[in-house]
């Protein structure tokens, strides 16, 4: 196995299903000449060909729309849209067409759809560039949306996305695209939609987060562990289906304690669900009330003070040994 960052598992992976089904195409702005603004995409339109790997205009909408007209008649297309604040222009499509063509059509059609887009701050870009979207669309029914946080996960979850009948929204974290490396197979292989994993083991303080949130949540838990506290963090992977093997409430039903990160805006923001859902099915095993460490209900800042956004380290500290004290 050979150590590769978050972008070149991806790149991978699209290299190797593309290869396996040639009913796989990728479609988006500058996804084939220039290889993708964060060359997520490159070589592919070399080795693939422009009737493939299709340049399109500038048009969030019309690449959403037709890579479902795509879907609709045989073809895998994995559509990518630059930044997740420009999603929004192709909402309409997802909701109304992409999630519930197989309901409307009472199961004739699927719509085996991927749809990739870089989310999250932290690396000083745009208004519209760093915006975290997930609990938007984890509202809408059939629609699946994934995120991973490390190589290993990116390659596979994006080859189970593929490889699905359902339309799949990957949200990859910015920040991680080149922030680490992993050891990834070389071969192909997935890994499982639906399925959150330990990231870390622990018998203190439950410590749920997703995407660019993990890599933060690690760090706080090995600063933790130092002042005696020992956090189990459980990585998401998936938000819907979410937990489909109940990792989470049993990680509750062994520590006691809840903490759950996002990097969105608190109100309303999927933190919201993880921390009902523990307490619909673990709350007789609660010994502090839980607790969510999110980004403020404001819009991301521009330049430096996204660091006084995005939960860090002392915020998730001060989240721990609250629990701990209770």
Known sequence: MAKITLI??????????????????????????????????????????????????????????????????????????????FLQLGFS????????????????????????????GGIRALEHHCECVEAFYAHVPGLRVVTPSNPQDAKGLLAS??????PTLFLEPTRLYRALKDEVPEERYTVAIGEARVALEGKDVTLVAWGPMVRNAIDAAQQAKVQGIECEVIDLRTITPLDNTGLIPASVQKTGRLVVL??????????????????????D???????????????????KNEDYYIPDSVRILRALKQVMQY
């Open 262 to 283: 996002q990097e969105a805006p608190r109100t309303a923001g999927f933190a919201g669900e993880v921390v009902s859902r523990v307490i619909e099915k673990s709350f």
């Open 285 to 303: 095993f609660l010994r502090a009330k839980p607790v969510r460490v999110t980004g403020y209900d404001a819009v991301l800042p521009l330049g």
């Open 161 to 166: 996305a593929i490889r699905g009948n359902d």
């Open 93 to 120: 499509q997802l909701m109304s067409h992409a999630s519930r063509i197989r309901n409307r059509s009472r199961g004739k059609y699927s719509c085996p759809l991927v749809v990739r887009t870089p989310h999250g």
């Open 8 to 85: 070149q598992a991806i790149n991978q992976a699209l290299h190797q299903e593309m290869e396996a089904d040639e009913s796989v195409v990728c479609l988006g702005e500058d996804v084939g000449r220039e290889g993708g603004v964060f060359r997520a995409t490159e070589g592919l339109q070399q080795k693939f060909g422009p009737g493939r790997v299709i340049d399109t205009p500038l048009a969030e909408n019309s690449i959403i729309g037709l890579s479902i007209g795509m879907a609709f008649e045989g073809l895998r297309p994995v559509a990518e849209i630059q930044f997740s604040g």
